[in-house]
């Protein structure tokens, strides 16, 4: 499993060290980082001043790709400009020579997001990046979490989904639908069955961190389920989502203090995603389709605190490392 942020359950922000030799493409896969992100976080990038090989005001990969970055003395300049953004990146890490580490600890426990890059071992001790979030001022009392899963179709998300909820520590948390109930289907079990005006007074109000309209019918998540699991019930939970969903439920646990985990999941191959969902019975257009929203919304997987790649004949074990992974969230 690839961890993408170093990130504990206090969810207060990351570091992330993109570091490798020379012309191993730290700096492109900053930028690329930076791409990622740039349309829906403020974003701000500096350099040291030093650095003026390729430009004194950009960011320049061997690559040639390029981006406007803050040129400066000091790490401390940031100060001057940190209000300004959500995301920080920074190029060439190593060139500053005070104490990054403690400068960046604090930025990061300021909610920041931050990629830094940095060369070759050679260059010195800017790698030895300790991310230690401190407390925050009202401490999350919930030990609990919400395990959200994304990814592409036919990764095992469905089936990982229901492995877990057999624990009785975590349920499975319940959309709510405008569909009618088919055969053998409850109310608070597969869905919450609402009519459409219902659906859309709360949609108004802003209730669903997350829907999708499907066959004339909405499909939804309320916030409320996710108080009742983690609020009221203390229970982890767990819960599918694409990337808008995950964003807007990171973003309401936030604000809420709950623990979340995000997964984005991946299969050891394409061949292997196809394979899986041609067993599943999905048709030729439909696979095409879902591999275009593969594509698409996994430009976003480094949002996720870890990437998971579900191997062949490995969902019991993938199951396993959610669960470990779940224990080190638990505040005791
Ligand atoms: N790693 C794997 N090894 C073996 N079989 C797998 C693996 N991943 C998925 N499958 C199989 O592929 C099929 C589809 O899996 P599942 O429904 O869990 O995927 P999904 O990610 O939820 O897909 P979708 O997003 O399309 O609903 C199931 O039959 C499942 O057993």
Same mark, same amino acid.
């Given at each position: 499993m690839e961890e993408v942020n170093k990130k504990n359950?206090? /969810?207060i922000g990351s570091i992330t060290v993109i570091t490798g030799n020379m012309f191993s493409g730290k700096t492109g896969l900053l930028i690329a980082k930076y791409n990622q992100s740039k349309n829906y976080r403020k974003c701000l990038v500096f350099k040291p001043v030093l650095d003026n090989r390729y430009s004194e005001t950009e960011i320049v990969s061997h690559d040639k790709d390029k981006i406007k970055a803050i040129p400066i003395?000091?790490?401390?300049?940031?100060e001057r400009y940190k209000d300004q953004g959500e995301n920080i990146y920074i190029d060439e890490?190593?060139?500053? /020579?005070?104490?990054v580490n403690t400068y960046l600890n604090n930025l990061a426990n300021q909610n920041k997001e931050i990629v830094v890059a940095g060369g070759s071992e050679k260059y010195g001790s800017y790698c030895r990046f300790h991310y230690k979030p401190v407390s925050k001022?009202?401490?999350?009392?919930?030990k609990n979490s919400l395990i959200i899963i994304a990814g592409g179709s036919g990764t095992g998300k469905t089936t990982v989904e229901a492995l877990l909820s057999q624990d009785p520590n975590i349920t499975k948390l319940i959309s709510t639908t405008t569909r009618p109930k088919r055969e053998g289907e409850e109310h608070g079990k597969d869905y919450y069955f609402i009519s459409k005006e219902e659906f859309e007074t709360e949609l108004e109000k802003g209730r669903f961190l997350e829907h999708v309209i499907y066959d004339g019918n909405y499909y939804g998540v309320h916030g409320k389920v996710i108080d009742l699991v983690l609020g009221t019930q203390r229970k982890n939970g767990v819960i599918i989502v694409d990337v808008e969903g995950f964003r807007q439920i990171k973003k309401y646990c936030q604000e809420k203090g709950y623990n979340a985990i995000s997964y984005w999941f991946k299969s050891e191959s394409m061949e292997k995603m196809v394979e899986h969902m041609k067993k599943r019975g999905t048709s030729e257009p439909e696979i095409i389709r879902r591999l275009i929203i593969e594509e698409k919304e996994g /430009?976003?997987?480094?949002?996720?605190?870890y990437i998971l790649t579900v191997k062949e004949g490995g969902l019991a074990e993938a199951v396993q490392e959610i669960k470990e992974k779940l224990k080190n969230y638990e505040v005791s």
């Open positions: 359950n206090h /969810k003395n000091s790490i401390q300049d940031i890490i190593h060139f500053f /020579k005070e104490d001022t009202t401490p999350n009392k919930n /430009k976003f997987s480094s949002e996720f605190d």
